[in-house]
């Protein structure tokens, strides 16, 4: 049943399906990639996880964790079909790059565990998914493993993702014993020896399940679909032909969930697999034409390589031979050497080279059209999210969504020679990953590198040390505090005298110190009556004071929530200048600080955290042992959405208790809150 990766080559764009494998880590997603690439060809040895042979998880991390982390692009064909599969990964904390590509797919293949069923991250990418109006099929993995059910993981389609599964596939034997499927739609067994798989008759002992499962199905696509019924009500059944075309467009609209199952370990069911995809998914002139911007107008852009040529980028990266830039090819047709427009930066670049990708392997192309993903070298500043069009008909298309970071590090280098060297691989890291941000935090001089979760920074630490060489250290960020004023002081008197020989120095100033809110910041005012302190020294006091509120008497912090008031003062005809009122504003206020009532202020957040309903008084213990204050609580669908302000401090490493806390089905926004008194 293998097929050569150069036979059939597809002629049109009906002959093309950009696909993406989704699901929760380890339920199989990359060894599906592997089976498929072996099975259509496009490798001759079947990679392996647990031996870090696999395609797709090339990169060094990835065969030392054994998941995915970055999303891998590959190419095959099978049955006239060319078929562009992006491997994506399966962890919470890369959900970013399961964005970026369903941005640029046009089908998916949901992969779930035939013992786990539904697990949280195969809810969140299915929901992802959602937004970007994906279609998808399913497979239900690993029916060779003790414990597997598909009826238990097709109810938990059902229940948790709120799909109609349609199930054309019944296992014939369990765990070890699994060994092929019946097709219900042609009423055939499929089984599986070594490499080879054979066709041939319903076993006699489940005829009787397969003709009850055949009517289950003819009955649920009977209700979604009216061609489908009209017939079931005519014929009382629904031929295998309407029933496979009913398939698709049921897959096109959402309405239901063509459910497969196998073993791709074993290398069972893949066959049937691909069969589906080009089967049921779109190709891309199935998908609505792709709507841009150009001057304020909405414009639409078909799949025709004759077009105009539009492309978004999805991905950037840097590799050892230069900088790739991913590429999906909405319209016309790209060669080398021509000119596009980055829409969103105004700046025209040429492209150096086309290739067609295979993982970490790529193969020069002289053109790519409409419907092609492909990478090209030559690009010096496009980022992920633009556009690139032909200079004469700017386009400007809608980027892939940028989740906000939730969790931070500080780093550093750990030898000073390499400070610019840190710099400039944290540059780089942010321009292939959008979702990581570096910021260096003024008050603590520090530098943070802020991402989706601990594994993500750690990862992306990692990546510092193996691809620049450098040695970096990762601590836990610093805290900015502030400092108020609980009770003030009035009428504070400071006399500034300086006399050591030529002109001397005098300033006499009296100040009320009030407390205010901390989000208002200083305040100074001034309450000076009958020119006793003249308008240029007020403007001197006013500085020293803000002179003096970087350095705070608890701590050094710096100090906010007060009105300075300036309530009288005295000059001398000769001493007195800008100079003696800006060093007596200065010290003045700094004693009257020591005299007033002062309270250390901590950074808060607002955190939104989403929980299934079951977890809530968890979250909720756990969030109050984190000094927070619960502000809201609303019931919806299942879910629990709990508001609550919270120390900074507290939030940093959060969002793996929160996963801990709820199975990994938690998701949590923070959003800053001021400043609070420390409890």
């Known amino acids: 049943m293998r097929t050569n990766l150069h036979r059939h080559l597809p002629e049109s764009l009906t002959s093309v399906r950009n696909l993406g494998i989704l699901a929760h880590v380890d339920a199989g997603k990359t060894t599906i990639t592997e089976r498929i690439l072996y099975i259509t060809g496009a490798t001759y040895k079947r990679g392996e996880v647990h031996d870090g042979t696999t395609t797709t998880d090339f990169d060094a991390q990835e065969r030392d964790r054994g998941i995915t982390i970055f999303a891998a692009a590959v190419s095959c064909s099978w049955d006239g079909h060319r078929l562009n599969l992006i491997d994506t990964p399966g962890h919470v904390d890369f959900s970013d790059e399961v964005e970026r590509s369903l941005r640029v797919l046009d089908g998916a293949i949901a992969v779930f565990d035939g013992v786990a069923g539904v697990e949280p991250q195969s809810e969140s990418v299915w929901r992802q998914a959602d937004r970007y109006g994906v279609p998808r099929i399913a497979f239900v993995n690993k029916l060779d493993r003790a414990g597997a059910d598909l009826d238990a993981a097709v109810a938990s389609i059902r229940e948790r993702l709120r799909v109609v599964p349609l199930v054309v596939h019944l296992p014939i034997g369990q765990e070890d014993g699994f060994i092929g499927v019946v097709d219900l739609l042609r009423m055939r067994s499929l089984v599986w020896s070594d490499d080879t798989v054979e066709e041939g008759p319903v076993p006699d002992a489940l005829r009787d399940e397969a003709h009850r499962r055949r009517r289950l199905l003819e009955e649920a696509v009977a209700e979604l679909h009216p061609i489908a019924l009209e017939e079931f009500c005519a014929e009382s059944a629904i031929s295998a032909r309407t029933l496979a075309a009913a398939l698709r467009d049921l897959t096109r609209t959402g309405e239901g969930v063509v459910v497969l199952c196998g073993s791709a370990y074993r290398n069972r069911g893949i066959e049937p697999l691909l069969d589906a995809a080009v089967s049921y998914l779109p190709s891309p002139l199935d998908v609505p034409a792709v709507r841009g911007t150009h001057e304020g107008a909405v414009r639409e852009r078909a799949a025709d390589p004759a077009g105009p040529f539009a492309a ?100 550093e280098a750990r030898r000073s020679t390499e400070i610019d060297r840190l710099a400039a691989a944290l ?99 001034s309450a000076v009556v009958g020119g006793r302190v003249p308008r240029e020294y007020v403007r001197a006091v006013e500085a020293g004071c803000r002179d003096a509120l970087a350095d705070g008497p608890l701590g050094g912090h710096r100090v906010t929530g007060l009105r300075i008031t300036l309530t009288d003062g005295a000059t001398h005809p000769k001493d007195s200048s800008e100079l003696a009122f800006r060093t007596a504003g200065r010290l003045a206020l700094r004693e009257a600080l020591r005299a007033s009532l002062m309270v250390l202020l901590e950074p808060v957040v607002e955190v939104t955290a989403t929980v299934p309903d079951d977890a809530a008084g968890g979250v909720l213990g756990d969030l109050a042992a984190r000094r927070g204050r619960i502000s809201g609580s609303t019931a919806r669908a299942g879910t629990v959405v709990i508001t609550a302000i919270v120390p900074l401090a507290e939030v940093f490493g959060y969002a793996t208790r929160l996963r801990s806390r709820t199975q990994g089905r938690g998701t949590f926004t923070t959003r800053a809150a001021g400043y609070s008194p420390v409890r």
């Open 312 to 411: 978004l980028v999805f991905k950037v990266q840097s590799t050892a031979t230069g900088r790739l830039t991913y590429l999906r090819v909405y319209s016309g047709t790209i060669r080398k050497g021509d000119a596009v427009l980055d829409t969103g930066a105004r700046r025209t670049e040429r492209i150096g080279r086309i290739l067609r990708v295979q993982a970490d392997r790529h193969t020069e192309v002289d053109q790519a059209v409409a419907g092609d993903i492909v990478a090209v070298v030559g690009l010096k500043a496009a980022r992920t999210g633009a556009t690139l069009c032909a200079p004469e008909a700017p386009l400007l298309l809608e980027p892939p969504a940028v989740a906000d970071p939730v969790v931070s590090v500080a780093v």
């Open 427 to 525: 540059a780089r890291l942010v321009e292939e990953d959008p979702s990581l941000v570096v910021r260096t935090d003024t008050e603590t001089g520090q530098t943070v590198l802020s991402g989706l979760g601990e594994l993500h920074l750690e990862v992306a630490a990692e990546k510092i040390r193996r691809a620049h060489g450098l040695d970096v250290g990762i601590g836990r960020p610093q805290v900015a505090h502030r400092e108020t004023v609980a009770r003030g002081v009035s009428g504070f008197l400071y006399r500034h005298v300086k006399q050591d020989g030529g002109a001397g120095q005098f300033a006499h100033v009296v100040l009320d110190v009030d407390p205010l809110d901390a989000a208002d910041g200083a305040v100074f005012r």
